[in-house]
């Protein structure tokens, strides 16, 4: 049997509606003669009537179709699942210019926040739109600058290995660093991708440190307190619907505040920006 995630669509025999078939493994392609066919009984249940389908799943020419017993003469085509979607990730090349692309979506962003934003509520949803918007332009070039650090510069990609929590007892054989020079900035990436939230400030703040020597988080508490508590807002917005842990609507989200806290991500961009181009 081959493990994985399939799926098709199938027929019910008894109310004819299509209804969805999902399955953890299929039958395995005969390795003999071209052409013939391994097969597997299931019984799985209509998602309509409630009724148990017999059914046949047949692998043949490299792929599997699903019959039911009771009409053996119409065949549903099941899929596999592969979940490739992302692949495309990691082809990616950096960002040749991610603060371009930053002030670039910023100066879109404050278009928005006046024409759109709600001038007499901090508690506007659309207010709370943007307050996300925002977080996305900041998490994205921070992404992009330091992915492209990593790219360009092999000490950079060496310090944060030896920093990061997920990557500095990771293990891997000769045999594969020598058969990938750039595994290990490979691997980085990935994580970086995949796995890294560009909205935790002080955990990118201790990275750029450890690459860089850059502080990326303000020496003024005041900044600073403005800057990290604003990611608790984020969170609020987005996994609360505005609402904190006590069930309390935000207000504080009014334009004046929205506007402060772009100047002060522009700000953090800023240094960041020049203490990267300073670097070349």
């Not at 392609?29 to 799985?44: H, K, N, R, S």
């Not at 992915?147 to 500095?168: C, E, G, R, S, Y």
């Not at 917005?237 to 904190?244: L, W």
């Amino acid at each position: 049997m081959l493990s994985g995630e399939f799926h098709a669509v199938v027929r019910c025999p008894s109310c004819r509606s299509n209804t969805d078939v999902w399955l953890e493994e299929v039958p395995e392609q005969d390795d003999g003669l071209l052409g013939d066919i391994t097969t597997q009984d299931i019984v799985e249940e209509c998602e309509f009537c409630g009724c148990e389908m017999d059914l046949v799943i047949a692998a043949c020419g490299g792929g599997w179709t699903a019959f039911a017993t009771e009409g053996p003469d119409e065949a549903f085509e099941v899929e596999n699942l592969d979940f490739a979607y992302d692949d495309w990730l990691g082809e990616l090349q950096p960002e040749p210019q991610p603060s371009a692309i930053f002030y670039q979506a910023i100066y879109d962003w404050t278009g928005l926040l006046y024409s759109i934003g709600d001038r007499n509520s901090g508690a506007a949803g659309v207010n709370r739109m943007l307050l996300v918007q925002l977080f996305s332009i900041v998490e994205a070039y921070l992404s992009d600058a330091i992915i492209k650090l990593t790219f360009d510069d092999p000490n950079v990609t060496q310090a944060i290995v030896k920093w990061h929590p997920d990557l500095k007892d990771e293990r891997v054989s000769l045999q594969k660093v020598a058969s990938e020079p750039t595994l290990v900035r490979d691997m980085l990436v990935s994580q970086l991708r995949m796995k890294t939230q560009f909205h935790r400030l002080e955990f990118l703040h201790g990275m750029l440190r450890a690459a860089i020597g850059h502080h990326l988080l303000p020496g003024d508490k005041a900044e600073r307190d403005l800057l990290l508590q604003s990611v608790r807002y984020r969170h609020y917005c987005v996994h609360r619907n505005g609402r904190d842990t006590d069930g309390n609507i935000l207000t504080v989200l009014t334009l004046e505040y929205l506007n402060e806290l772009a100047a002060r991500f522009k700000a953090l961009v800023g240094q960041l920006a020049t203490v990267i181009s300073d670097r070349r």
